[in-house]
């Protein structure tokens, strides 16, 4: 018995010692040449052998990676081009074979920058004159033509410094008149032009402001005329201007104005501010009285209507052919169910009817312009189809679904549109669909939009005048003409639902475009694309609300935004030159968007009011989560996840108890 | 001296016949939860035969969209589990985890709704599938990593709608399913190409592939728009592969044709068909090989099959609706199936006991479990 237990614990010891003996193996890879330096375009051959402890050419194959194939492409074999400068990794990897294990190393190629190639001007004058700066701009580029926009280049001079002057950031002064030649230096390579500097002729200037009183964001148009000892107008004369402020409140304010040299001004912060428009010694100026906007109203609570065991989503709330007024949200993360309510009378707005779809997530809820029939989104769904489904709610309180539709679908819904008997189904996060319901119980799909460009994805699409405007992360906003009624200035271009044209996009750096809302200013004569951020970038809401100034479809230039720092948006609506943005944990905001757009709205006095949705009993308690609103009538309607449906009423303007 | 002897011994000899019944036997594997953002680790203490969620993680980067996290699996060292998230914008991604602390370390970019995956003892790279369960019907790949710097440092082409990603035993060969070409793809793990192709239906078994090298043949003359196959039409869906622990064969689920097909890797065939309950989904072959047990996701059951025999030895109801995956216990004693409900409902683990062919417990989980991993066994 003793030598049988000697035996049982001399197994378990020898089992042990197996397999803690694993992994001793000491072989390694060897990498010839090491280290390894080319220049870009260059190729080379990486060598590696498997090499035992004592240091004998075993005979495994390895095989090699490129850690960053798109600055060095390398072949299994080890064949190498370097395609950017920069440090690339290699990893060579020998696997198992028999019983020797799998290794691995990491090899650096550092690829070397090409030699410097030339020194360009990008922006530079012949002629200035005297008393006048001009800032000038310059790039480098390599032999292999890349841009090389690390360097900074800071080597600047003048010939005739006594003619004119260049400071190290490339900014020119024009002393007195003569000729000179400006260059600038890297690394031994020079450019320059040549530059005349002119006597000036500019003796007044003339400063005039399209307004001398204004509000905050109110945007001014500067006009500066420099004129000669005869009066008559300098007009390639240059105009620089600036402003200083004595802000009403000057205890630590922060920026108080924003000046542009095309001519524009807006103000942050009531105050005084004397513009200053100046030629050389020539300067005119301008003082204006700066008011606070005012705009700011109480908001009250009209009606709620709690939902607190699952999460909220998307609203729509309409008139029902019955005249009466309703409104129907969606459920997230739950089982499926879009809920009708009676919103007639929104202090009592309760449930009529829930329509259960098999899905986990209802995202997106929809109603036609007649208030006939509604779109809902699934994803989620059991056997994964997902699609959307058509319901009839002509009559809310007994809704009826008329038929599904998951044809090519089944990635699911995100966010869907009602335009003109036509659906706008975003489909599996990469196109939307376009689906004729003008025959609600069947449906077909008449067309889709998708975009071209690599990793494209789409998030939501909304369609306003026959124009689809889709949001699309990193490529923007998207406008296609799905109908659209051309105008001289924003011509369409022979679009329909069957055959969707793209007109143009707006992008911007942070990828983050998640909601668009087009709108036509009423009070000034632009035509705005708000485009909303959705991202958590450190788990809590971030982003803001873009503005884009469309000259054309093809030009749409960000002038603005709407930046509440410490929330991040998600759905917005535009009504009447009255933005309302539901900005997750930072409730409600209701902004005036009147007038033209220029800086910050949040430091503009914008704000008409803010509404925190927070219910104690909700889903989490006292958690403000807005997700949509939607004005109507006289209240504002907010969707919020965490705690339902809420109607919200602004006091009159003028009238709220604090601005 | 001798009363020592005579009592001692026996007495240590007792504690080693008991000692398995005394001491705690914990089984740990790890479940995603993929309508819920969660990943699971659950615990099945098989003393008490309790089953219990050990503690949830929250996974993915966009807390009010679904992320969708999908497939999971474990290092081989047990240090790092991954999960495969699904839903991108396009494209999914890859997390790693630390299994001490179950805190995000480094994720990895990957193709359209990565799914299951598995790393390879042998090379020490991961193996996903890009499912692309929702986009065009286009040939999609194989995605390989380097766990260790989540490096994503090949893509291998592969058919449409692969799924089902295991390793064999040696870690050398990759298997995964191509659903909608009906094929049973190999990999050679180590030089990262499709090594063979099988195709899966009875007509096309009539043909001998034999030999054949799909890899450099031109199907471009074949297809259809986008580079579909439009004149395949799939019957037997298959959804899942895994070899045997032991023996020259992979097991497969026909996921369309309610089989389960055993594939001679020896001599590249189907060796023998089985008719299963409706839908099998996910599969796995005990460690002991001798059992296949496989998910019914169209009816909310499990099938535990002897492999010589080729019967089923039991078909064992899920506790709810959709039964999607299976990871069987190191010691071949327990199955933990993941069950997906329907809508509202929760997701769940059943634990099956693969002696008694019955489900011995359940917990709940969050909506639509599917992903699972078995971690470590405790003694």
Known sequence: MKKSLIALLGMIFLGASQVYAQGTNELKIVVNPDPININVGEEIQINAKVVNADGVV???????????????????????????????????????????????????????????????????????????????????????????????????????????????????????????????????????????????????????????????????????????????????????????????????????????????????HPGLYTIIARNAGSVDEVTVRIEPRNVGRDISVAGFGAVSDVYTSDLWVWEGVDGRDYAVTGTWSAKGDALFWDVTDPSNMHIIDTVTVDARTVNDVKVSEDGRIAVISREGASNRKNGLVILDVSDPSDVKILSRFDDGLSGGVHNVFIDKGYVYAINNGRKYDIINIKDPANPFRVSEFELDTPGHSVHDVWVVDGIAYSSNWTDGVVAVDVGGNATPDMPGAGGSPENPVKLGSYTYPSGWNHAAFPFKSKSADKFYIAAGDEAFPNGEAAGYIHFFDL?????????????????????????????????????????????????????????????????PDGKIPNSPQAWGPQPYKDLIFVSDMNSGLWALKLSPPNTASAQ | MKFVKQTFIPLILLAIIITPKLIAQDYYAYVAAESEDEVHLVHFNANTQNLEIAETIHVGRYPTEIDGPHGITVSPDGKNWFVSIAHGNPYGYLAKYSTETNELISTAELGMFPASMEISEATGLLYVVNFNLHGDMVPSTVSVIDPESMIRIVDVDTGIMPHGSRLSTDGRRQYHVSMMTDELIEINA??????????????????????????????????????????????????????????????????????????????????????????????????????????????????????????????????????????????????????????????????????????????????????????????
């Open chain 1, 58 to 268: 075993q005979p495994d194959t390895v095989l090699f990676f490129s850690r960053s194939p798109r600055s060095l492409s390398v072949s299994r074999e080890g064949y190498a081009k370097a395609l950017k400068p920069g440090t690339s990794n290699v990893m060579v990897f020998k696997p198992a074979q028999g019983e020797s294990p799998s290794i691995r190393t990491t090899i650096e190629v550092m690829v070397t920058y090409p030699k410097l190639e030339k020194l360009v001007f990008t922006e530079s004058t012949s002629e200035m004159y005297e008393g006048t700066s001009f800032l000038t701009s310059t790039v480098i580029y390599d032999e292999m033509d890349f841009l090389r926009d690390d360097l900074e280049i800071t080597d600047f001079r003048s010939s005739k410094p006594d003619v004119a002057q260049i400071n190290r950031y490339g900014k020119i002064n024009a002393k007195k008149p003569g000729k000179t030649t400006i260059s600038a230096t890297y690394d031994g390579i020079t450019t320059s032009f040549d530059l005349r500097v002119e006597e000036n002729p500019v003796r007044s200037v003339e400063l005039s402001v399209d307004k001398e009183s204004a509000r905050t964001g109110d945007v001014l148009h500067l006009t500066a005329i420099a004129k000669d000892r005869k009066d008559r107008e300098v007009e390639d004369a240059p105009i620089e201007y600036s402003f200083t402020s004595v802000p009403d409140d000057h205890r630590g304010q922060g920026a108080s104005a924003q000046i542009e040299q095309d001519g524009r001004f807006v103000a942050n």
């Open chain 1, 551 to 615: 000259s054309s479809w093809e030009n749409g230039q960000e002038v603005a935004r709407y930046e509440v720092p410490e929330a991040g948006t998600h759905n917005i609506w535009i009504q009447d030159d009255v933005m309302y943005v539901a900005y997750y944990q930072g409730g409600l905001r209701i902004v005036d968007v009147s007038g033209e757009l220029m800086g910050n709205l949040y430091d503009q006095g914008r704000e008409i009011a803010r509404y925190l949705p927070k219910d």
């Open chain 2, 190 to 379: 180590q030089t990262l190409e499709v090594s063979r192709r099988l195709k899966l239906g009875k007509d096309a078994q009539k043909m001998n592939h034999e030999g054949m090298d799909h890899s450099k043949m031109d199907h471009s003359a074949m297809s259809g728009p986008n580079g579909s196959m439009p004149m395949h039409k799939p019957v037997e869906k298959p959804t899942w592969a895994d070899p045997h622990p032991t023996k020259p064969f992979v097991y497969v689920a026909g996921n369309g044709s309610n089989e389960l097909l055993e594939i001679s890797t020896k001599d590249w065939q189907i060796t023998r068909r089985f008719t299963t309950g409706k839908a099998p989904y996910n599969l796995e072959v005990s460690p002991n090989g001798k059992l296949v047990v496989v998910s019914y996701k169209g009816e909310g059951a499990t099938g535990v099959w002897d492999i010589e025999s080729g019967k089923e030895l039991a078909k064992i109801p899920n506790t709810r609706r959709v039964s999607h995956g299976v990871a069987i216990t190191p010691d071949s004693k327990y199955a933990f199936i993941t069950v997906e409900g329907v809508g509202g409902e929760p997701g769940s683990v059943d634990v099956i006991d693969l002696n008694t062919l019955k489900n011995v417990d359940h917990v709940d989980t969050g909506k639509q479990a599917g992903g699972i991993y078995f971690w470590k066994q405790v003694k």
